[in-house]
DNA sequence: TAGATTGTTAATCGATTAACAATC
DNA sequence: TAGATTGTTAATCGATTAACAATC
């Protein structure tokens, strides 16, 4: 399987391109596109291989071309239903982020345990956790986002994982095991901070 | 310098390690911690090595020492300020998330642009980004929050650097650049996302 | 003691980079 | 053509794992 760093690179090529794009660039060079990205042009030669993506010894790569061969390799061509669960803080944020639509993504519902929270009118309606299993499947929903508390979301991913989930994004601070039918991507706030903390110290310590 | 992983599993062991304390473990042996945070016993011990860490042959680790040695080395045992400049979705779940404080991280205070969002009464208090750079330096702050669009988030990040803050925590969906002076991670849900969709594509071709 | 576990060194693995022939 | 850039192979680098002597 291809590690999960090149994947990464894949959406800063693709960003970096939509900007080289905004400023009218047509064609661009494997050295243009690893400074924009900080890495090396050999690094972006090999990871276009890897996918088969060629260009023209010469000629570089076409702008346009290349970004639809990156959205096809990333799967941004079809929109996927997510659903949150877990409408607190972080949860009710994700809701009203907009940055996903334009990924692709679009929040169809949320599900929570406490029925204050309960709204089915919202612009994304919030419902019982019960209802989830039957909403998923109703719905062929790919994507679960679990937005609650650490000892709750075990649970809540076993839930999303027999409902037929396909992936996971996990802001629980607490790393979930799944099998291999399905996805997880854990982010972890209170873990970035740790490890910023870390790097603060240890780049104060080299200092002194 | 060490690498970022190797921080993250430092990290993990201590969530683990207050889990088996929780359960009145006292002693544990490098492959007790290696299963509960999926890695290999070899590694645990190598990562301990790294940083002076040492057990008792035959006799293990004391589950109570090694909590505080990660910690003294995690660098949480002083409580540090942030601040959040962005009081928008994402912005504003930072400033009500509770599990910050447990990490010895306190939120002070929250900066926008906007002034219909400005409420100097608030339990986070949000002020004018012109207050940014005074409010920086007086209050001795060592970590930034940037939950601002991506348009902004350069000119943020410079901001910050300027007034003397040593970490940041980046949620705007790109990729910024310090200088040596600071530290930054990012946090980018978009590209969190279009991963998980490429894995799920992916995991899906495998099966056929 | 005999057996089990650490701490460290050497071997392996995978990912990144350098080099260069092919070629536009 | 001469010069520049790709695509790929080989070399390098760093991180992980295996092995095992030391020792409790």
């Not at 929109?79 to 607190?88: L, P, R, T």
């Not at 994004?169 to 607490?174: D, G, M, R, T």
């Not at 870390?198 to 002194?208: D, G, H, L, Q």
């Amino acid at each position: 399987m291809i590690g999960r760093n090149c994947i990464v690179r894949l959406s800063r090529y693709k960003n970096a391109l939509y900007q080289f794009k905004k400023l009218g660039v047509v064609k661009i060079f494997s050295d243009n596109l690893a400074e924009a990205v900080n890495v090396t042009a050999s690094q972006v030669r090999k990871d276009f291989s890897i996918f088969g993506i060629s260009g023209n010894k010469r000629g570089g790569y076409q702008v346009e071309v290349l970004i639809e061969q990156l959205k096809d390799i990333l799967g941004k061509n079809e929109v996927q239903k997510a659903v949150i669960v877990g409408a607190g803080n972080i949860g009710r944020a994700l809701m009203n982020y907009t940055g996903f639509e334009k990924e692709g993504i679009t929040i169809v519902a949320a599900f929570d345990i406490d029925p204050h929270k309960f709204n089915e009118q919202a612009n994304v309606p919030i419902f019982g956790i019960d209802k989830l299993n039957s909403f998923i499947s109703n719905n062929k929903i790919t994507i679960g986002i679990i937005a609650v508390p650490a000892v709750a979301a075990q649970q809540v991913l076993d839930l999303m994982e027999h409902a037929g989930v396909k992936g996971v994004l996990n802001f629980a601070p607490i790393s979930l095991r799944a099998n291999n039918n399905i996805v997880v991507n854990n982010i972890n706030l209170e873990l970035e901070l740790e490890n910023l903390i870390y790097y603060i110290n240890a780049s104060a310590r080299t200092k002194e």
